[in-house]
């Protein structure tokens, strides 16, 4: 159900734009109970979910890097994620030996 305040929250978020895809702001987009609540980001293209997925970001600078994944990959859903579980995998690698040394 959508509150009041919900409404207020919704119109008080800007979007934002970035290589012709627009970032914009949506409530409770995840089924995990960790995030209910909280507000992530949807990238859309005409109107319409523009990421694999309907994938969503927790941030607006989130949202832009799985924007620049998403062109690298040539639009491609299967190269997409290829790409997106490469980086977290070297990510999570670097920040180990990061925290090692």
């Known amino acids: 159900m959508t ?8 119109t008080s978020r800007s979007h934002a734009t970035y290589s012709g895809f627009k970032i914009v702001p949506k409530l409770d987009f995840s089924q995990h109970e960790r995030d209910k609540g909280i ?3 949807v990238v ?3 109107g319409c979910n ?5 994938t969503w970001a927790r ?3 989130e949202a832009t890097a799985l924007i620049n994944i998403f062109l690298a990959a040539d639009r491609d859903a ?7 579980f ?7 690698a670097a920040a180990a ?3 090692a040394a």
């Open 3 to 10: 509150t009041a305040f919900d409404k207020q929250m919704w």
């Open 39 to 41: 507000w992530g980001w």
């Open 44 to 46: 859309t293209e005409n």
């Open 50 to 54: 523009a990421l694999p997925a309907a």
């Open 59 to 61: 941030s607006q600078d």
């Open 78 to 84: 299967g190269k997409f994620w290829n790409l997106l």
């Open 86 to 92: 490469a980086m977290r995998h070297f990510a999570k």
């Open 97 to 99: 030996e990061a925290k």
